[in-house]
C-alpha cells in the first residue's frame, strides 16, 4: 500500500522560502506520476506541479512556473517542492499525490494522497 508523508511546512515571512518534502513508501513508483497539490482555507484543492518518477519530466499550473520548483530524489523515494518568494497567499495545506500513468490523479482505486502539510506565509 502506498504511502506518502509530506514534511517542511511551517511559517515563514512574506518573500522566504521554504523546501517540502514527500516521502512515498510501498511499492516502486517508477510507471508513476507525482504532483503537488494545495488547498487554502475556504478555497478547492489546485493542483501546482508534479513530476515523472523515470525520466523526471515536470509540470507547474501557470502561476506557479518561475517561483515553486517540483524534483524527486530516486534513491531516497522522495519528491521536493521549494517554493520561493511566497507571499500570504501561499498560505495553504500542501498535499502529496501519487498515480500511475493513465490513470486519473484522483481516482481513488488508483491514487494515493499525503495528510498533506500547513504552510502559512506571514505579511
Known amino acids: 500500500q502506498v504511502q506518502l508523508v509530506e514534511s517542511g511546512g511551517g511559517v515563514v515571512q512574506a518573500g522566504g522560502s521554504l523546501r517540502l518534502s514527500c516521502a512515498a513508501s510501498?511499492?516502486?513508483?517508477?510507471?508513476?506520476?507525482m504532483a503537488w497539490f494545495r488547498q487554502a482555507p475556504g478555497k478547492e484543492r489546485e493542483y501546482v506541479a508534479g513530476v515523472t518518477w523515470i525520466g523526471g519530466a515536470t509540470n507547474y499550473a501557470g502561476s506557479f512556473k518561475g517561483r515553486f520548483s517540483i524534483s524527486r530524489d530516486i534513491a531516497k523515494n522522495t519528491m521536493y517542492l521549494q517554493m520561493n518568494s511566497l507571499t500570504p497567499e501561499d498560505t495553504a495545506v500542501y498535499y502529496c499525490n501519487a498515480y500511475p500513468m493513465g490513470r486519473d490523479y484522483n481516482d481513488p482505486k488508483f491514487a494515493s494522497w499525503g495528510q498533506g502539510t500547513q504552510v502559512t506565509v506571514s505579511s
Open positions: 510501498g511499492r516502486t513508483f517508477r510507471d508513476y506520476i
